[in-house]
């Protein structure tokens, strides 16, 4: 029976993309052929270089999620092996042998990327600097510029206006781009960096943000406003609702990068416990809680 794709890279079926592309260079870098040249080191690197190219890519992972290992079998419908299972590229991309290892790349920054690498030339580069492992393979390496945009503007797209070789040139940064995100223009890539946000967290094309209730929100239900990444909305929180239930509001989340669609929001609930109560409040409680039989409030 195939190995489990996440406990190959050592994450849970809940990791974000970041968590997943950590775990991936960590064991790379382990177990990558030019520093552990053993039989098993060698295994091992293919091992988790399939799993991350599925599990890195978020269509793929949820194709994963819902078929397992049948999906991406040699022959399977939309499937095809990855690009280092040596049953060609399914992207239209170029191949070719590193010792045991064969590869295939798209260098026109279509679905076939890596988890925001554009090739595994760009992994590698990161990884070990300079040029490429891939035996005699040379490409002609781009120019390459950072460029730290804001959340919002990652969601929504924006127009960043920036100086390159002393020429002023518009860049177009279109939705729902995200940190590590490689985008060709012209002669050069830019390699986007996202700036957190207090209110929201991303997972792929998902944001999932908190909403605080109190102890009587939450047994009593009612409705509330919300942040979301276009504007406030009210929405409803059903009566007895418990601590850590998450709300999702379908359609919510950002806007794909490629095609149409939008990911969802998830609204996780807290309940925020007093660390101090009035004479009062006391009493009320003490007064619920010996109507419930010392149940205890959840």
């Known amino acids: 029976m195939a190995k489990d794709y996440y406990e190959i890279l050592g994450v849970t079926k809940t990791a974000s993309l970041d968590e997943i592309k950590k775990a991936y260079r960590k064991l790379a870098l382990e177990y990558h052929p030019d520093r552990n040249k053993t039989k098993e080191g060698e295994e091992k690197f293919k091992e988790v270089t399939k799993a991350f190219e599925v599990l890195g890519n978020e269509e793929k992972r949820k194709t994963y999620d819902q078929f397992g290992h049948a999906a991406f079998e040699q022959g399977a419908a939309g ?3 990855g690009p280092f299972g040596g049953a060609g590229d399914p992207f239209g991309g170029q191949g070719g042998q590193y010792g045991p290892f064969s590869y295939s790349y798209s260098s026109s920054g279509g679905a076939g990327d890596f988890g925001g690498f554009a090739d595994p030339f760009d992994i590698f580069e990161q990884f070990f600097g300079g040029g490429s492992p891939f035996g005699g393979q040379q490409r002609q390496r781009r120019t390459t510029y950072s460029l730290t945009i804001s959340f919002d503007e990652a969601v929504h797209g ?3 206006q920036v100086t390159i070789n002393k020429k ?3 860049l177009k940064i279109p939705a729902g781009v995200d940190s590590g995100n490689r985008m060709r223009f012209g002669d050069y890539d830019v390699l986007i960096n996202v700036a957190d ?3 929201f967290k ?3 094309y998902d944001i999932v943000s908190d909403q605080n209730l109190t102890f009587p ?3 009593l239900g009612g409705e509330f406003e919300i942040d979301t990444i276009d504007g406030k909305l009210t929405i409803r929180i059903p009566a007895g609702t418990q601590p850590g239930t998450l709300i999702r509001l379908s359609g919510r989340g950002v806007q794909h990068v490629r095609g149409s669609g939008k990911g969802d929001h998830y609204v996780r609930v807290k309940v925020n416990i007093p660390k101090k109560l009035s004479g009062k409040q006391k009493k009320l409680l003490e007064e619920f809680q010996a109507e419930e039989g010392n149940k ?3």
């Open 79 to 81: 499937g095809g092996q």
């Open 158 to 160: 924006t127009e960043k």
């Open 168 to 170: 002023s040139e518009t």
């Open 197 to 199: 946000d207090s209110r």
């Open 202 to 204: 991303r997972e792929g």
């Open 217 to 219: 929100e939450a047994a």
């Open 296 to 298: 205890g409030w959840f």
